[in-house]
Protein backbone atom coordinates (compact mmCIF):
# COMPACT_ATOMS: atom_id res chain seq x y z
CA UNK A 1 0.00 0.00 0.00
CA UNK A 2 1.46 3.65 -1.22
CA UNK A 3 -0.34 6.50 0.99
CA UNK A 4 1.42 9.94 0.16
CA UNK A 5 1.41 12.60 2.71
CA UNK A 6 0.20 16.19 1.46
CA UNK A 7 0.58 19.62 3.21
CA UNK A 8 -2.31 21.95 4.14
CA UNK A 9 -3.75 24.44 6.80
CA UNK A 10 -4.28 21.75 9.64
CA UNK A 11 -1.21 19.26 9.00
CA UNK A 12 -0.90 16.71 7.03
CA UNK A 13 -3.02 15.01 4.88
CA UNK A 14 -2.92 11.20 4.23
CA UNK A 15 -3.70 10.88 0.12
CA UNK A 16 -3.92 7.00 -0.33
CA UNK A 17 -2.74 6.44 -4.10
CA UNK A 18 -4.73 4.41 -6.49
CA UNK A 19 -3.56 1.68 -8.79
CA UNK A 20 -1.05 2.79 -11.32
CA UNK A 21 -1.52 6.55 -9.84
CA UNK A 22 1.90 8.68 -9.27
CA UNK A 23 2.41 10.13 -5.96
CA UNK A 24 1.16 13.64 -6.10
CA UNK A 25 3.69 16.49 -6.89
CA UNK A 26 2.84 17.90 -3.47
CA UNK A 27 2.94 14.89 -1.06
CA UNK A 28 6.33 15.65 1.38
CA UNK A 29 5.92 11.80 2.81
CA UNK A 30 5.60 9.35 0.57
CA UNK A 31 5.22 5.97 3.02
CA UNK A 32 5.32 2.18 1.21
CA UNK A 33 3.61 -0.22 3.59
CA UNK A 34 4.31 -3.55 2.21
CA UNK A 35 4.86 -2.88 -1.05
CA UNK A 36 4.50 -4.85 -3.82
CA UNK A 37 7.24 -4.97 -6.45
CA UNK A 38 5.07 -3.42 -8.93
CA UNK A 39 4.38 -0.50 -6.21
CA UNK A 40 8.49 -0.02 -5.95
CA UNK A 41 8.79 0.10 -9.18
CA UNK A 42 6.16 2.64 -9.63
CA UNK A 43 7.70 4.48 -7.44
CA UNK A 44 11.22 4.67 -8.22
CA UNK A 45 10.07 5.64 -11.86
CA UNK A 46 7.80 8.62 -10.31
CA UNK A 47 10.59 9.96 -8.20
CA UNK A 48 14.07 8.44 -10.11
CA UNK A 49 14.79 6.38 -6.86
CA UNK A 50 16.32 2.75 -6.22
CA UNK A 51 13.93 1.51 -3.32
CA UNK A 52 15.95 -1.40 -1.55
CA UNK A 53 14.51 -4.56 -1.46
CA UNK A 54 13.15 -6.61 1.63
CA UNK A 55 16.20 -8.75 1.32
CA UNK A 56 18.72 -5.90 0.88
CA UNK A 57 17.14 -3.79 3.86
CA UNK A 58 18.41 -7.00 6.08
CA UNK A 59 21.72 -6.63 5.15
CA UNK A 60 23.97 -6.21 8.33
CA UNK A 61 26.90 -3.70 6.48
CA UNK A 62 26.72 -0.11 7.13
CA UNK A 63 27.84 0.30 3.82
CA UNK A 64 24.63 -0.91 2.11
CA UNK A 65 21.98 0.31 5.16
CA UNK A 66 23.47 4.16 4.85
CA UNK A 67 24.66 5.48 1.16
CA UNK A 68 24.46 8.82 -0.57
CA UNK A 69 23.72 8.36 -4.17
CA UNK A 70 22.69 10.87 -6.78
CA UNK A 71 22.10 13.67 -3.71
CA UNK A 72 19.60 10.96 -2.19
CA UNK A 73 20.03 10.03 0.88
CA UNK A 74 19.22 6.37 2.09
CA UNK A 75 18.76 5.07 5.28
CA UNK A 76 18.08 1.60 6.92
CA UNK A 77 17.38 1.38 10.59
CA UNK A 78 16.42 -1.91 12.81
CA UNK A 79 13.30 -0.56 14.59
CA UNK A 80 12.00 -3.24 17.41
CA UNK A 81 8.23 -4.07 16.83
CA UNK A 82 5.36 -6.02 18.58
CA UNK A 83 6.72 -4.87 21.71
CA UNK A 84 3.56 -4.99 23.79
CA UNK A 85 3.20 -9.14 23.04
CA UNK A 86 5.16 -11.85 24.36
CA UNK A 87 7.39 -12.24 21.01
CA UNK A 88 8.60 -8.96 20.07
CA UNK A 89 10.50 -8.39 16.72
CA UNK A 90 13.39 -6.68 15.13
CA UNK A 91 12.57 -5.48 11.74
CA UNK A 92 13.96 -2.64 9.02
CA UNK A 93 12.97 0.32 8.03
CA UNK A 94 14.09 2.46 5.41
CA UNK A 95 13.89 6.02 4.60
CA UNK A 96 14.94 7.79 1.65
CA UNK A 97 15.36 11.25 1.37
CA UNK A 98 15.13 13.18 -1.83
CA UNK A 99 15.44 17.24 -2.52
CA UNK A 100 12.36 17.61 -1.46
CA UNK A 101 10.35 14.32 -0.34
CA UNK A 102 10.56 11.77 2.18
CA UNK A 103 10.02 8.07 1.08
CA UNK A 104 9.67 5.23 3.16
CA UNK A 105 9.83 1.41 2.69
CA UNK A 106 8.33 -0.81 5.62
CA UNK A 107 6.29 -3.63 6.33
CA UNK A 108 5.77 -3.65 9.45
CA UNK A 109 3.12 -0.74 10.97
CA UNK A 110 5.07 -0.06 14.72
CA UNK A 111 3.08 2.48 17.28
CA UNK A 112 5.65 5.61 16.55
CA UNK A 113 4.52 5.70 13.21
CA UNK A 114 0.49 5.86 13.84
CA UNK A 115 1.79 8.01 16.44
CA UNK A 116 3.43 10.72 14.54
CA UNK A 117 0.78 10.81 11.55
CA UNK A 118 -2.17 11.19 14.43
CA UNK A 119 0.02 14.02 15.90
CA UNK A 120 1.55 15.57 12.04
CA UNK A 121 -2.36 16.25 11.29
CA UNK A 122 -2.96 18.20 13.81
CA UNK A 123 0.34 20.01 13.94
CA UNK A 124 1.28 21.34 10.13
CA UNK A 125 4.71 23.66 11.69
CA UNK A 126 5.98 20.52 13.01
CA UNK A 127 5.64 18.66 9.00
CA UNK A 128 7.00 21.65 6.98
CA UNK A 129 9.08 19.79 4.89
CA UNK A 130 10.21 16.44 4.47
CA UNK A 131 13.39 16.61 6.95
CA UNK A 132 11.18 18.20 9.16
CA UNK A 133 9.20 14.61 9.21
CA UNK A 134 12.16 12.45 9.18
CA UNK A 135 13.60 14.26 12.10
CA UNK A 136 9.57 13.87 14.00
CA UNK A 137 9.79 10.28 12.76
CA UNK A 138 13.02 9.42 14.72
CA UNK A 139 11.87 11.22 17.91
CA UNK A 140 8.68 8.77 17.62
CA UNK A 141 11.31 5.79 17.45
CA UNK A 142 13.43 7.20 20.12
CA UNK A 143 10.20 8.19 22.21
CA UNK A 144 8.67 4.85 22.04
CA UNK A 145 12.25 3.19 22.85
CA UNK A 146 12.27 5.68 25.97
CA UNK A 147 8.74 3.77 27.12
CA UNK A 148 10.01 0.13 26.86
CA UNK A 149 12.79 0.89 28.87
CA UNK A 150 10.78 2.28 31.63
CA UNK A 151 8.66 -0.43 31.25
CA UNK A 152 11.50 -3.05 31.62
CA UNK A 153 12.83 -1.30 34.54
CA UNK A 154 9.66 -0.85 36.26
CA UNK A 155 9.04 -4.74 35.89
CA UNK A 156 12.98 -5.58 37.34
CA UNK A 157 11.51 -3.51 40.40
CA UNK A 158 8.69 -5.50 40.85
CA UNK A 159 10.49 -9.13 40.41
CA UNK A 160 12.93 -7.96 42.65
CA UNK A 161 10.33 -7.21 45.47
CA UNK A 162 8.69 -10.43 44.67
CA UNK A 163 11.60 -12.37 45.40
CA UNK A 164 13.83 -10.66 47.78
CA UNK A 165 10.44 -9.71 49.92
CA UNK A 166 10.67 -11.76 53.32
CA UNK A 167 7.31 -12.94 54.29
CA UNK A 168 5.92 -10.89 57.24
CA UNK A 169 5.86 -12.44 61.24
CA UNK A 170 3.48 -14.45 61.40
CA UNK A 171 2.36 -15.22 57.96
CA UNK A 172 3.08 -18.48 56.17
CA UNK A 173 6.02 -18.29 53.68
CA UNK A 174 4.73 -17.46 50.22
CA UNK A 175 5.19 -20.49 47.82
CA UNK A 176 6.77 -18.45 44.34
CA UNK A 177 6.56 -20.02 40.76
CA UNK A 178 10.22 -19.06 39.50
CA UNK A 179 9.22 -20.79 36.11
CA UNK A 180 7.09 -17.45 35.85
CA UNK A 181 9.62 -15.50 37.08
CA UNK A 182 12.24 -16.90 35.03
CA UNK A 183 9.80 -16.55 32.10
CA UNK A 184 9.38 -12.85 32.83
CA UNK A 185 12.86 -12.28 33.26
CA UNK A 186 13.65 -13.72 29.82
CA UNK A 187 10.95 -11.70 28.14
CA UNK A 188 12.66 -8.47 29.62
CA UNK A 189 16.13 -9.44 28.23
CA UNK A 190 15.18 -10.08 24.88
CA UNK A 191 13.45 -7.02 24.63
CA UNK A 192 16.27 -5.21 26.26
CA UNK A 193 18.69 -6.87 23.77
CA UNK A 194 16.15 -5.27 21.03
CA UNK A 195 15.69 -2.31 22.16
CA UNK A 196 19.78 -1.28 22.14
CA UNK A 197 19.81 -3.10 18.94
CA UNK A 198 17.62 -0.08 17.66
CA UNK A 199 19.54 2.13 19.60
CA UNK A 200 22.48 1.31 18.36
CA UNK A 201 20.95 1.40 14.08
CA UNK A 202 19.34 4.93 15.02
CA UNK A 203 22.60 6.18 16.37
CA UNK A 204 24.45 5.32 13.04
CA UNK A 205 21.82 6.62 11.47
CA UNK A 206 21.59 10.32 12.90
CA UNK A 207 25.23 10.49 12.82
CA UNK A 208 25.47 9.69 8.56
CA UNK A 209 22.55 12.14 8.87
CA UNK A 210 24.15 15.17 10.45
CA UNK A 211 27.60 14.26 8.31
CA UNK A 212 25.44 14.36 5.16
CA UNK A 213 25.29 17.31 2.65
CA UNK A 214 22.13 17.98 2.17
CA UNK A 215 19.77 20.83 1.13
CA UNK A 216 17.20 20.52 3.37
CA UNK A 217 19.48 20.07 6.34
CA UNK A 218 19.92 23.17 7.90
CA UNK A 219 21.41 24.28 10.77
CA UNK A 220 18.59 24.64 12.78
CA UNK A 221 17.90 20.77 11.62
CA UNK A 222 21.37 19.73 12.95
CA UNK A 223 20.83 21.14 15.86
CA UNK A 224 17.76 19.03 16.26
CA UNK A 225 19.66 15.68 15.41
CA UNK A 226 21.97 16.64 17.59
CA UNK A 227 20.00 17.06 20.68
CA UNK A 228 18.27 14.02 19.57
CA UNK A 229 21.79 11.80 19.44
CA UNK A 230 22.63 12.40 23.00
CA UNK A 231 19.05 11.55 24.09
CA UNK A 232 19.83 8.20 22.03
CA UNK A 233 23.64 7.91 23.95
CA UNK A 234 21.84 8.95 27.22
CA UNK A 235 19.27 6.12 26.48
CA UNK A 236 21.98 3.53 25.09
CA UNK A 237 23.88 4.15 28.68
CA UNK A 238 20.73 3.19 30.26
CA UNK A 239 19.54 0.20 28.34
CA UNK A 240 23.23 -1.41 29.15
CA UNK A 241 22.39 -0.92 32.91
CA UNK A 242 19.16 -2.32 32.66
CA UNK A 243 20.79 -5.36 31.12
CA UNK A 244 22.78 -5.49 33.79
CA UNK A 245 19.82 -5.41 36.25
CA UNK A 246 18.66 -8.16 33.98
CA UNK A 247 21.49 -10.49 34.73
CA UNK A 248 21.31 -10.22 38.37
CA UNK A 249 17.89 -10.35 38.34
CA UNK A 250 18.54 -13.87 36.46
CA UNK A 251 21.22 -14.91 38.92
CA UNK A 252 19.40 -13.83 41.76
CA UNK A 253 15.87 -16.02 40.35
CA UNK A 254 18.64 -19.27 39.96
CA UNK A 255 20.41 -18.65 43.24
CA UNK A 256 16.68 -19.02 44.93
CA UNK A 257 15.46 -21.75 43.16
CA UNK A 258 18.60 -23.69 44.39
CA UNK A 259 18.39 -22.56 47.99
CA UNK A 260 14.56 -23.93 47.62
CA UNK A 261 15.64 -27.19 46.54
CA UNK A 262 18.13 -27.31 49.41
CA UNK A 263 15.95 -26.43 51.57
CA UNK A 264 13.81 -29.56 50.40
CA UNK A 265 16.36 -32.20 50.44
CA UNK A 266 17.45 -30.74 54.21
CA UNK A 267 14.01 -31.67 54.95
CA UNK A 268 14.23 -35.47 53.73
CA UNK A 269 17.31 -35.62 55.47
CA UNK A 270 16.28 -34.75 58.24
CA UNK A 271 13.77 -37.09 58.30
CA UNK A 272 15.44 -40.07 56.95
CA UNK A 273 17.86 -39.36 60.09
CA UNK A 274 14.75 -39.24 62.45
CA UNK A 275 13.02 -42.21 61.28
CA UNK A 276 16.09 -44.44 61.13
CA UNK A 277 15.95 -45.25 64.83
CA UNK A 278 12.70 -46.03 65.22
CA UNK A 279 13.25 -48.43 62.05
CA UNK A 280 16.42 -49.93 63.39
CA UNK A 281 14.31 -50.26 66.95
CA UNK A 282 11.20 -51.98 65.34
CA UNK A 283 13.34 -54.50 63.26
CA UNK A 284 15.19 -55.55 66.34
CA UNK A 285 11.62 -56.51 68.09
CA UNK A 286 10.18 -57.93 64.75
CA UNK A 287 12.77 -60.51 64.70
CA UNK A 288 11.72 -64.11 64.62
CA UNK A 289 13.53 -65.12 67.50
CA UNK A 290 12.43 -66.83 70.33
CA UNK A 291 14.16 -65.29 73.02
CA UNK A 292 13.36 -61.80 72.23
CA UNK A 293 14.06 -59.25 75.17
CA UNK A 294 10.74 -58.31 76.74
CA UNK A 295 8.97 -60.72 74.59
CA UNK A 296 7.23 -62.31 77.38
CA UNK A 297 5.91 -58.97 79.28
CA UNK A 298 2.95 -57.49 78.87
CA UNK A 299 4.10 -54.50 79.01
CA UNK A 300 6.64 -55.58 75.92
CA UNK A 301 5.12 -54.36 73.05
CA UNK A 302 4.29 -50.87 74.67
CA UNK A 303 7.94 -50.44 75.61
CA UNK A 304 8.97 -51.28 72.69
CA UNK A 305 6.75 -48.32 71.02
CA UNK A 306 8.05 -45.68 73.53
CA UNK A 307 11.62 -46.78 72.95
CA UNK A 308 10.71 -45.84 68.74
CA UNK A 309 9.28 -42.45 69.81
CA UNK A 310 11.73 -41.75 71.96
CA UNK A 311 14.36 -42.39 69.20
CA UNK A 312 12.30 -40.39 66.79
CA UNK A 313 11.96 -37.20 69.39
CA UNK A 314 15.68 -36.65 70.60
CA UNK A 315 17.36 -36.40 67.13
CA UNK A 316 14.03 -33.82 65.58
CA UNK A 317 15.13 -31.90 69.32
CA UNK A 318 18.48 -32.31 68.42
CA UNK A 319 18.13 -30.64 64.98
CA UNK A 320 15.51 -28.06 66.65
CA UNK A 321 17.80 -26.57 69.07
CA UNK A 322 21.10 -26.45 66.61
CA UNK A 323 18.70 -24.48 63.84
CA UNK A 324 18.46 -26.97 61.26
CA UNK A 325 14.98 -26.68 60.84
Not at 62 to 76: D, F, I, P, Q
Not at 131 to 148: K, P, Q, W
Not at 287 to 296: A, V
Amino acid sequence: MISGFLPDDGGLHRHALAADADPPAAALWIDLLEPSADEELRIERALGIDVPTREEMREIETSNRLYEEAGVLYMTATVVTKIDTDRPESSQITFILTADKLVTNRYVDPLPFRRYIAYAERHPAQCASAVAILAGLLEALVNRIADVLERIGSDMDTLSSEVFTAPQPGMRRRTRDYRAILERVGRAGDLDSKARETLSSLARLLAFLQQAEHPQITNEVRARLRTLSRDVTQMSDHAAFIASKVQFQLDATLGMINIDQNNILKIFSVATVVLLPPSVIGSIFGMNFELIPTSGQPWGFWAAVGMMVLSAVVPWWAFKRLGWL
